[in-house]
Nanobody, 114 residues
């Protein structure tokens, strides 16, 4: 099973990005998922999560700006990021729950800078 994250890049403060995390190699679809981020010299922190029932949770620092979602038909998880700030700069990682296991994807760099 592989999770492929994409959608990162350089964006100005106030801008938006949408990260995608596509699952492949499994007969199961993404049932739940999480996005984490890790800034330079920092630990990896949970940013957003969505459970099997569709309920979501967010870190306080991103509430009202980020939205996590799952499209099971496309086996893809998303993180819509709006009103980006310089402190959102980090490598973003996805983690998906397929079958009975959690799997990590590789990171995608998000840089917020003018």
């Amino acid at each position: 099973v592989q999770l492929q994250a994409s959608g990162g890049g350089l964006v100005q403060p106030g801008g938006s990005l949408r990260l995608s995390c596509v699952a492949s190699g499994s007969i199961y679809s993404i049932k739940a998922g999480e996005w984490y981020r890790q800034g330079p010299g920092q630990q990896r922190d949970l940013v957003a999560g969505i459970n099997t029932g569709g309920s979501t949770n967010y870190a306080d620092s991103v509430k009202g700006r980020f939205t996590i979602s799952v499209d099971r038909a496309k086996n893809t998880m998303y993180l819509q990021m709006n009103s980006l700030k310089s402190e959102d700069t980090a490598v973003y990682y996805c983690k998906g729950y397929l079958g009975w296991y959690w799997y990590w994807g590789q990171g995608t760099q998000v840089t917020v800078s003018s």
